[in-house]
């Protein structure tokens, strides 16, 4: 279960938005009232139950869901110390992420406004057109539903005395949707000239990337597989993985976007 409102935004008010990973330090935008959906996320640190990732622990289960045991990462790195491999990631060593990162935004804020109001300073660098811009980020949306319902996968618990999660009907026809071979509808290519319009090579190279992995979710799944098809996030299966690899593509993606919508065209 994830924070309440209240303690998400007081996490993302400890770093301003900013990723708790000293390797990432990505900005993620700042909860604030009537604001719910910034890409941040509030990680446990001991993990709400005691099955979970660093779930052994004396705290109480209303200690656990308190800021203090808590920290802000973006959603990639979230899922590394949750999902990915937990067990390279203490409670010590998110802790000093914790702590590190306030340290970090109290000394840096002052400068990132500073780079905010005087925005040429940036290289000047070839930048995609409104048309391009327009039909990436309209490509990245026509993915949103699936990256969502993928999130949601890897954030659920399996059944009891179960390792793996049911992967729904829904879910696979999402997949089968999103990739260069879909079973209905129109494909991504008859509309790649049109609604997803692009010019610029490396939004293009994202949008390829991204066909490419939804291809790739559908050899684990394979075209007979007993049902329900299931997951293993710990540790991960080969569709897990194939899952995790295409939301690190889809993440990378709408920074990319984020980036040039930021600067301008």
Known sequence: MPFSETVRRELSIETGGVCANPECRVMTGMLSPGNARAAGEGAHIVAENPSGPRGQSPLTQEERNMASNGVWLCPTCHSKVDIVRPQDYSIELLLQ??????????????RQL??????????TVARPSADSLRGAKMFWQAHQPLANQLWNLCRQSP???????????E????????SSRPTFGRSWKDEWGTTFHCEDRELIGYMLELVRYADNLLHPLGPFVNKPRRVNFNPPDNLAQAILSYLNVW???????????????
């Open 114 to 123: 500073q780079v905010a109001a005087w925005p040429d300073i940036r290289p």
């Open 251 to 265: 993440d990378e993606f709408a920074k990319c976007l984020q980036t040039n919508e930021r600067w301008g065209i």
């Open 159 to 169: 059944a009891p005395f179960q390792h793996d999660i049911a992967v729904t009907d």
């Open 171 to 178: 879910v696979e026809q999402e997949i089968r949707r999103m």
């Open 97 to 110: 992420w914790k702590a590190g990162a306030q340290i970090w935004w109290h000394q840096n804020q002052g």
